[in-house]
């Protein structure tokens, strides 16, 4: 069985045999192979290609935007997503401009590993993809499965423009799949994970199985829900969530996000914008609590949506 984190490693490989011009760059990503093994082995199969960076975020993603200039295709690994914000000004003020400044392409992938594990705490368990998303010529992928782990990362080395790559740590060895796809869906175009007809609910990365989990459990009840894979955030693809809307007449938008000005805000507003004539209900959003992540496994348990509590929102919101 491929994991999750071996189908990123996979796409890594894959990508670094393939072009010359892939270099992957980071903190002990070569001989120790990275904090989550991202990069096990890469450096002996692809020697001076996978390089271990100094302790600063900054001066890595600094190095490769000025590699992306000069015709390379980096793959920077960050930690964890939350060390990322050390490297904000480079990321939205170099990477994301750059193209519209100067007409020169950047592309440049930056992976983070994000979202929570039990006992993580508020330090190493952030999901940022809608800070990222809020900067235009940045593109956002939150990959939920193992297929889209592979072939969305390898789309985003094969860009032009540069990638924040938010890969979700508890699906790392959690996610298994039996083989890597031979194709995948473009980036910017969400799945259907599971069709339904009673109430939509639009998520993504790890939320999306506890979203398919919910769905099993409101089935016994004879409650369908449509369960709707953004897999990028940035660009949004709102057409398939107002065509599920359309279906549903209802909507549920789940993140492990906080939720100030978050990717379900953002969804819940284009449906009321462009589609307000279709709800039969109020939208209803749940993400984890608005508070910095908590350490104790039941807290952090308790702070982010589970199949649990969206099971019990979906619920209420049938009521309506």
């Known amino acids: ?40 082995n890469l450096a002996q199969e692809f020697p001076g290609r996978v390089i271990d960076a100094p302790i600063s975020e900054d001066a890595i993603a600094g190095l490769a935007v000025g590699a992306a200039i000069e015709g390379m295709r980096p793959v920077v690994e960050i930690q964890f997503a939350d060390f990322s914000t050390l490297a904000f000004n480079q990321i939205v003020n170099q990477a994301a401009t750059l193209f519209w400044r100067t007409g020169t392409p950047c592309p440049l992938v930056v992976r983070l590993p994000s979202g929570g594990t039990s006992g993580s705490g508020p330090f190493h368990s952030q999901s940022l993809e809608a800070l990222y998303a809020l900067y235009p010529g940045l593109v956002v992928m939150t990959p939920a499965t193992v297929e889209d782990a592979y072939g969305m990362l390898l789309e985003a080395i094969a860009l032009n423009d540069p990638v924040i790559f938010c890969e979700h740590k508890f699906l790392y060895y959690h996610l298994k799949a039996k083989q ?12 259907i994970a599971r069709a339904g007809r009673d109430l939509t609910v639009v998520t993504y990365s790890a939320m999306v199985h506890e979203a398919l989990a919910a769905a099993e459990e409101l089935a016994a009840e004879n409650c369908e829900l449509e369960i709707v894979d953004l897999r990028t955030v940035k660009p ?5 969530v107002i065509a599920s809307v359309a279906r549903t007449g209802r909507l549920l938008c789940v993140s492990e996000a906080w939720p100030w000005g978050g990717v379900s805000a953002e969804v819940i507003a284009r449906v009321a914008s462009e589609g ?29 949506p589970t199949a649990r509590s969206i099971a019990a929102a979906a619920r209420d919101l049938l009521r309506q």
């Open 1 to 40: 069985m491929i994991t999750y984190l071996d189908a990123i490693r996979a796409a890594m490989a894959k990508a670094l045999a393939d072009d010359p011009r892939v270099f992957i760059y980071g903190q002990d990503i070569g001989a120790f192979g990275g904090a989550f093994k991202a990069t096990k």
């Open 236 to 240: 949004l693809d709102t057409d398939t």
């Open 180 to 191: 890597l796809p031979a194709t995948a869906l473009p980036a910017g175009k969400a799945r």
């Open 276 to 304: 307000f004539n279709l709800l039969d209900a109020p939208p209803k959003r749940l993400n984890s609590k608005d508070t910095p992540v908590p350490y104790h496994p039941s807290l952090w348990a308790a702070h982010r």
